[in-house]
C-alpha cells in the first residue's frame, strides 16, 4: 500500500503514535491485531511527494519513523511548480547512501519486482 503522493509524510508519525495509543487502550477491540498498529505502517511503502524540509529534525524523525531506508519511495510531482527532484533526496542529512539509492529507485525495484540488465540490486532491493 502506498499513500497519496500529494500528501507528504509528515502525517505519518501523528498517525502511527495515535494508533498505537489507542490500540494500547482498547486492544479487545482489535483482537486480530498481533503487533502494534505503527509496526504494520512501516511495512507499506510511501511516496516522498513533497517532502517537509523546513526543520531537519522533524524530517529525519519521520524518516526513521517510517523505515525510510526501506519503504521510502522517491516520487517527483513534476511538473508541479513545488516539485521535488531527486537532489532533493540527495540533500537530507544524515541519510545514508544506501539510503538514498533505495529511495531513488531501489525500494521500487523490490515493490515492483523489477530487474535492471547489468545493475546489482542494491541490499533492499533482495
Sequence with gaps: ??????????????L?????????LRTSDAPLLRKMPSDYM???YYTSQ??????PDLLQSTLKAIDAENTLMYSSDWP???FDT???????PNLSEQAKNNILGGTAL????????GLAPTPAAR
Design 110 to 117: 523490490k515493490v515492483f519486482g523489477t530487474k535492471i540488465a
Design 1 to 14: 500500500m502506498t499513500a497519496p503522493s500529494a500528501c507528504g509524510l509528515a502525517w505519518l508519525p501523528f
Design 42 to 44: 512501516r511495512g507499506m
Design 50 to 55: 513533497p517532502l517537509e524540509m523546513p526543520d
Design 86 to 92: 531527486p537532489g532533493r533526496i540527495m540533500s537530507i
Design 80 to 82: 508541479h511548480w513545488d
Design 16 to 24: 502511527m503514535q495515535r494508533l498505537d495509543h489507542e490500540f494500547i
